[in-house]
């Protein structure tokens, strides 16, 4: 029988600890939708998504009533569209994005993902025109996020891609620059990206994966937090194995839900993804972990350290509670959908060069990062670049988020709403990238031995 | 299929009465109720078979809510299998 500080301790966690399920995911293969017929396509991509997804909102919510905890969001990928799109003979494929806005419309869920591309190594036909469609398939639709995977470990870092992503994000700023910016939130570059992500802007459905697949993404910073407040002062063992413990508690809960959910829908279980995703809530900050094992301010000396231990404790606690973890597991540190960052950031303590040091350590990369709206495409790529060559050269997943938002400046606040914040404008160089970034071609893929 | 309730609040007369009329009302079948107060804070927790719940679980969640909101305190009724999952290997 379970005791009932064993019980009051979960409703706790859930109650007053923010801890919840973030997304349950459906990763939808879209392959056998390509036609030559554009229209004939987008028939297919519409009919197959509404048919698939058509009871996930209403069995996450039956799940959320019957088990208790908060599911917060629901979700699709699907396969990335340039894939897809590319048999048609279609110049522009903003349309298909509006048909995945439609189909995510039609069945309830807040975002749809997959405008996606794959090109650490080059371009296909179907690549060329995706990316050149992008900025106005973001601001056009409300619900469709875009990933570019421009680097991997074996192909290295593909720099033509880099060089164009520079100028798709500022060209996505400029077209939604009524709302900040808003289009950038929904376009995530990546370096190793993984396929079975369950979490936005990044998620998709990767071409190894099955027909249809439930992912599910955990999440739970003010869990941890509370976790390390009852270990005050203790070493670092202690701090770790707290989290360890915690981790595996969180995990084990979120694979319940995704077996559950997958069998109500009669579709395949993929993995869970415990990932520690702030939230603007405040309670929900991963800076604040961090500033509980004793920082001052999330970004002073010492962040990385702290941050390379929460990252590790998580992943071993997750993947003793499932055999399945997946996804990106472990810590994310988007800068204005956490309470805490963007309190550093204000604060003058976290900037970008530190949170690019974080990255190496972390999950993923340069999540929702403001920058001012005058910042040159050559510099953006640059961002890219560093990021995606800390990923290559480390073998880990590294992305860019990131907002030039136009019109605002260094100390100015954007705002988002909802789960994507508000965003304090960071400073980036004043000095220019231009002639590196303008080289184009390819920085080959790193050598794996003699690693100092 | 067995679920726990727990009850969360301000002790009082009759908490005990309201929660277990609703379940007899719908075909629940109450296991074990323990209870103790925890920094001044009530707390039960109550151990029921559902399996010949008469109504849809979503209704009777409701009708347990609704009763705690009538009487001032937090009442909720999850699935067994979430603490398990959390506390059992």
Do not use: W
Not at chain 1, 129 to 158: D, F, M, Q, R, Y
């Amino acid at each position: 029988m379970l005791m009932p500080f064993e019980i009051i301790e979960t409703i706790k966690m859930i109650q007053e600890e923010n801890l919840d399920i973030r997304t349950i995911t459906m990763g939808i293969s879209l392959r056998d939708c390509a036609s030559s017929s554009a229209n004939e396509s987008r028939e297919k991509i519409y009919n197959k998504i509404t048919r698939l997804a058509a009871n996930l909102v209403k069995v996450g919510e039956d799940i959320e009533k019957e088990y208790g905890i908060p599911i917060v969001n629901k979700r699709i990928s699907v396969t990335p569209i340039s894939l897809v799109a590319e048999s048609s003979d279609e110049e522009n494929y903003v349309k298909f994005a509006e048909t995945l806005d439609k189909a995510a419309d039609a069945v309830g869920v807040n975002f749809i993902g997959g405008f996606s591309a794959l090109i650490q190594k080059g371009y296909t036909v179907g690549d060329k025109k995706l990316i050149a469609s992008i900025p106005e398939a973001l601001s056009s639709t409300k619900k469709v996020c875009s990933s570019v995977n421009v680097a991997s470990t074996k192909a290295g870092i593909n720099m033509d891609a880099v060089r164009e992503m520079g100028y798709v994000i500022k060209k996505a700023a400029h077209l939604s620059a009524d709302s900040g910016g808003l289009a950038c939130a929904k376009l995530v570059v990546f370096a190793n990206v993984p396929e079975d992500n369950p979490f936005m802007a990044g998620a998709f459905h990767g071409v190894g994966e099955p027909e249809c697949v439930i992912n599910v993404g955990v999440s739970g910073p003010g869990v941890v937090k509370s976790a390390l407040e009852k270990v005050k002062g203790a070493d670092f063992e202690t701090v770790s194995e707290t989290i360890k413990k915690t981790a595996f508690k969180i995990t084990r809960m979120g694979q319940l839900v995704a077996r559950e959910a997958s069998k109500r829908l009669g579709v395949s279980f993929g993995i869970v993804d415990l990932s520690l995703a702030p939230t603007p809530t405040i309670g929900d900050s991963v800076a604040h972990i961090l500033e509980e094992m004793g920082l001052e301010k999330c970004g002073t000396h010492g962040t990385t350290a702290a941050l390379a231990l929460l990252n590790d404790a998580v992943k071993k606690g997750g993947t003793m509670a499932s055999s399945s973890v997946g996804g990106l597991s472990g810590a994310f540190i988007p800068v204005s959908e956490d309470a805490g960052m963007i309190d550093a950031v204000k604060q003058g303590a976290l900037t970008i060069e530190k949170l690019e040091a974080m990255t190496c350590v972390c999950s993923v990369g340069l999540d929702m990062i403001v920058v001012p709206g005058d910042t040159s495409e050559e510099t953006i790529s640059a961002i890219i670049a560093d990021e995606a060559a800390i990923g290559v050269i480390n073998n880990k997943t590294t992305a860019v988020r990131i907002i030039p938002a136009p019109g605002k400046k260094v100390g100015d606040v954007v705002e988002f709403g909802g789960l994507l914040g508000s965003g304090p404008v960071m400073k980036v160089s004043k000095f220019s990238s231009k002639d590196f970034i303008n080289r184009g071609g390819r920085i080959p893929a790193p050598l794996n031995s003699l690693r100092n | 299929m067995r679920a726990v309730i727990t009850v969360i609040g301000k002790d009082k007369i009759g908490i005990i009465a309201g929660i277990s009329n609703i379940l007899a009302n719908c075909n629940v079948n109450i296991l074990d109720i323990s209870q103790t107060t925890m920094q001044d804070v009530f707390t039960m927790v109550m151990l029921v078979d559902i399996s010949k719940l008469s109504i849809q679980f979503s209704e009777l969640s409701d009708q347990l809510e609704s009763k705690g909101v009538e009487m001032g305190l937090s009442v909720r009724i999850q699935h067994e299998d979430i603490f398990n999952s959390m506390h059992r290997i």
